[in-house]
């Protein structure tokens, strides 16, 4: 099976900055997109950030988020600068992940739990 675990999240005012990351693990064989989206409180999951072929942004957070990865370690980042109150929520990871099982290859997307961010006024 495989496994995306996020973490970095926390507590910070705005103006300031955090650094998520999702580590993939299991039954890797290959990483295809991953992706960062969001949740807030009493609102629909967003897109935050792409990564995979090409980069996409969601308006709300060009020039003050920057997702990247580091495809030795199948470790996805989402570095967020300028952070503001309406960027509360919980972000969670999301990839496209192949897989091999003996003679099988398969590709399944995959969620992480998610991690909180909180910016306080």
């Known amino acids: 099976q495989v496994q995306l675990v996020e973490s970095g999240g926390g507590l910070v005012q705005a103006g300031g900055s955090l650094r998520l990351s999702c580590v993939a693990s299991g039954r890797i064989g290959s990483i295809n997109r991953m992706g960062w989206y969001r949740q807030a409180p009493g609102k629909q999951r967003d897109l935050v950030a792409t990564s995979g072929g090409t980069t996409t942004y969601a308006d709300s957070v060009k020039g003050r988020f920057t997702i990247s990865r580091d495809n030795a370690k199948n470790t996805l980042y989402l570095l967020m600068d300028s952070l503001k109150p309406e960027d509360t929520a919980v972000y969670s990871c999301?990839?496209?992940?192949?897989?091999?099982?003996?003679?099988?290859?398969?590709?399944?997307?995959?969620w992480g739990q998610g991690t909180q961010v909180t910016v306080s006024s």
């Open positions: 999301n990839a496209d992940i192949t897989s091999y099982t003996g003679s099988s290859v398969y590709t399944r997307n995959y």
